[in-house]
């Protein structure tokens, strides 16, 4: 069983940047391929970005790719995402999510393990 629980949204303008942690609990945080999700309201929750056990193969959806960067602390039991260059469209609900055996790191249903989720709202 993992716990997830992340933190670090709030309010941002355009432009601006934001980290979000995503803290672990147990002792097997390293065995575990780590995803970002996002929902906005209205809408299906959508695949972000996902880091590989050892953080050696991380993956991005078009949309973040070179503004986003996910990354983790093993020794920590936490992942990250810093947002850089936010836009409105990054409005959404930012859930973290564990996976042992991700078939697909962007199919949300490789995920067994998943976070109450943090708000990031950018404003104009």
């Known amino acids: 069983q993992v716990q997830l629980v992340e933190s670090g949204g709030g309010l941002v303008q355009a432009g601006g940047s934001l980290r979000l942690s995503c803290a672990a609990s147990?002792?097997?945080?390293?065995?575990?391929?780590m995803g970002w999700f996002r929902q906005a309201p209205g809408k299906e929750r959508e695949f972000v970005t996902a880091i590989s056990r050892s953080g050696g193969n991380t993956y991005y959806v078009d949309s973040v790719e070179g503004r986003f960067t996910v990354s983790r602390d093993n020794a920590k039991n936490t992942v990250y995402l810093q947002m850089n260059s936010l836009k409105l469209e990054d409005t959404a609900v930012y859930y973290c999510?564990?996976?042992?055996?991700?078939?697909?790191?962007?199919?949300?249903?490789?995920?067994?393990?998943w976070g109450q989720g943090t708000q990031v709202t950018v404003s104009s």
């Open positions: 999510a564990a996976a042992p055996y991700p078939r697909s790191y962007s199919n949300r249903n490789s995920y067994n393990y």
């Open positions: 147990g002792r097997t945080f390293s065995t575990y391929a």
